[in-house]
């Protein structure tokens, strides 16, 4: 490629950010760059020089050389995932930092809204529903988009290995989530709900399928890593086929067991949230078999120290571990597998790496939790700490450490809220269920078209 032609590739490319920004609504979430008429005619001149004048006035983050007026040239900042942390954190960065080159690197353009999963087996929620193509919001974002997987780092961090081919870059957010520890005998005789819409859509029609018997429904942990649990949707999933199924008639025929190898399953929530929880399934006749370590699985039930459960079909979430390629970054790890943080969210080991959401593990209370929300916050503090390192100012951003979590029954909602202050419950109630449908139509309005 010869430089006059890269130049023009250039031209082509800064041109088509520059028509990008113009057509971004103006509401305050952006920051318009300030262009003249010169500034333009220098772009089709050379970009690069037109670049150098592209001047953002209202933003916070600047990247200069501190001995020049003129900004650098913008950097490449790669993120990794196209979920919850990885999308906030391109519309955090683009709200600060409106030239910079963002990559994003995900197997596909797409956002799943796994909250919502809870909703396949009743039927309130199809996979479509939850699906959404990311092509508008990366388009909207000036987002460069690199279907791929990371499968490890090199130079410290400024280049990532995927399976297609390497990528460098000035500063790197990982956002790859976690992944199931599969390890117990016989897991394949039980569903995930978790793993995504295909597994809710078989939990969808097996219990269609069935006309009696009983349903065990169980989560796991990290033994390494107490924090790497979900156990809120299993809760969710247990109301909501109790609710269904008193809907259908078929209660009486299909008998529920909640287990858990905790005497008080769902502590994390808080000691309040243990005993509601707890209540409910007694009110809803749910039997339960708890305080007894998981031995395995089988097609006759649950093996358990404390005994077997029948069952005609077991529901299990497992524990978290951190993504399978960590291991090939080079990087310290947590007990758990999962990348090493502090509180600005700035990974152990390397420069200008960070990590947020599910991926990370971060200091603070062991209660905190891998949730949307606690990923959504970590990606904001990341992303602005991520743009003061590039700028050459020190990081401050910490992240707020909350729980906010409803346990929907399918017509009803459990609110609990945590902090470093409190801990609250609040009772069931139809308020909570709708708050719940709100606040997935609200997230989802971002990326549909
Ligand atoms: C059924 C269910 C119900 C839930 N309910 C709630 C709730 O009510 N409230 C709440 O706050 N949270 C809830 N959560 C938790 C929440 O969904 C997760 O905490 C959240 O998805 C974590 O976001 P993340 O961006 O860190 O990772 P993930 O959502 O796991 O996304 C990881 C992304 O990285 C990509 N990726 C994976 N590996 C690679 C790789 N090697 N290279 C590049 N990309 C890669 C994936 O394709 C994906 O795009 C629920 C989760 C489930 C499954």
């Known amino acids: 490629m010869t430089i006059m032609s890269a130049m023009r590739d ?11 920004f113009r057509t971004i609504r103006s509401n305050q979430q952006y920051c318009k760059p300030t262009v003249t008429p010169a500034h333009a005619n220098l772009m089709e001149e050379n970009s690069i020089v037109a670049r150098l004048l592209l001047r953002n006035e209202n933003c916070n983050f ?67 529903d939850l699906t959404l193509p990311l092509d508008r919001f990366l388009h909207d974002h000036g987002v460069q988009f690199i279907a791929g997987r990371a499968t490890g780092l090199k130079d410290g961090g400024r280049t990532v290995e995927t399976d297609a081919g390497e990528i460098k870059n000035d500063a790197l957010l990982i956002a790859t989530g976690s992944r199931f520890i599969k390890k117990l005998p016989g897991i394949e005789h039980a569903l995930t709900l978790c793993e995504g819409i295909a597994s809710a859509e078989a939990i969808r029609d097996r219990v269609n399928a069935m006309t009696s018997g009983r349903i065990a429904i169980g989560f796991g942990g990290n033994p390494n890593e107490p924090a790497a649990m979900r156990g809120g949707p299993m809760f969710e999933l247990l109301f909501g086929l109790d609710t269904m199924l008193r809907q259908q008639g078929m209660r009486d025929r299909i008998e529920l067991t909640f ?21 409910e399934m007694a009110r809803r006749r749910i039997d339960t078999h708890l305080g007894h370590k998981l031995l395995g699985f089988s097609d006759k039930g649950v093996d358990t120290e404390g005994g077997h459960i029948n069952a005609d079909l077991i529901l299990f979430m497992p524990g978290l571990a951190g993504p399978a390629w960590a291991a090939d970054t ?94 609250i419950l609040l009772p069931s109630s139809r308020l909570f269920h709708w708050a719940k449908r709100f606040f997935e139509g609200h997230y989802l309005k971002i990326f549909r078209h």
């Open 330 to 423: 080079g990087l310290p790890l947590s007990p758990g597998g999962f990348f090493k943080a502090d509180e600005f969210c700035r990974v152990d080991g390397a420069e200008k790496v960070f990590v947020a959401g599910d991926a990370g593990s971060f200091p603070g209370p062991d209660w905190m939790p891998k949730q949307a929300h606690m990923a959504d916050l970590q990606a904001k503090a990341a992303a602005k700490n991520l743009l003061s390192t590039l700028a050459g100012k020190p990081v401050s951003h910490r992240f707020k450490i909350e729980l906010i979590c409803i346990v929907d029954t399918l017509d009803q909602g459990i609110m609990v809220y945590r902090d470093l202050k409190r801990s």
């Open 62 to 128: 600047q990247i200069q050389n501190a001995s020049m007026s003129a900004p650098l040239p913008s950097p490449h900042i790669v993120i990794l995932g196209a979920s919850f942390a990885a999308l906030t954190a391109v519309r955090e960065l683009r709200k600060h930092a409106p030239q910079a080159r963002i990559s994003l690197i995900a197997p596909k353009a797409e956002f799943f809204y796994l909250p919502s999963l809870i909703w396949i087996p009743s039927g309130l929620r199809s996979g479509a």
């Open 259 to 279: 287990f858990n190898a905790a005497a008080e399953p769902g502590k994390r929530l808080g000691e309040k949230a243990v005993s509601g929880l707890l209540a």
């Open 10 to 20: 250039e031209t082509v490319i800064t041109a088509q950010r520059f028509r990008h």
